[in-house]
């Protein structure tokens, strides 16, 4: 037991002494100023402003094709990118939006088509993916579908 704690003890005296060189001055100075101006430009983001967040189409028929436009503005410091534009369900489809970088103060646009299904009060939801800080943004689209006309015979 004594020769595995004397053991021990020189194994740790030789690793504290070994590192005689001080650490300081490894530091290369250039490697410093990149990493900070490297972090600066890391916390710029773009932020992606809708012109509205939601869209009523109000009363329509059902089986019903309508179409909105949400445009939006990078009002960040960075250049935006938007990688996809998903919706919650088939029946409602994101379309025609700009996969280029969007940079600061640039605006965008993307349709929106929903079909009409469903019945009463339909709410869905279209996720906007970007780079910005929270990584997605959500719009809406609101119709209240009214049931077709029952056909007299």
Known sequence: MKKIILGLSTLCLVAFTSCKEDAAKKIDESNVAAAAARDAVASKF????????????????????????????????????????????????????????????DSGEFSVKFNGSGSNKVSKSITVTANTEKGSEVVKITAFVKPVPAKKS
């Open 46 to 105: 773009p932020v992606l402003q809708f012109d509205k967040k939601e869209h009523d189409f109000g009363e329509i028929e059902a089986k019903t094709p309508v179409e909105t436009t949400f445009k939006y503005k990078n009002t960040g410091d960075a250049p935006l990118v938007i990688t996809d534009i998903k919706s919650t369900c088939g029946c409602t489809v994101p379309q025609n939006w700009s996969r280029a970088p969007l940079m600061p103060g």
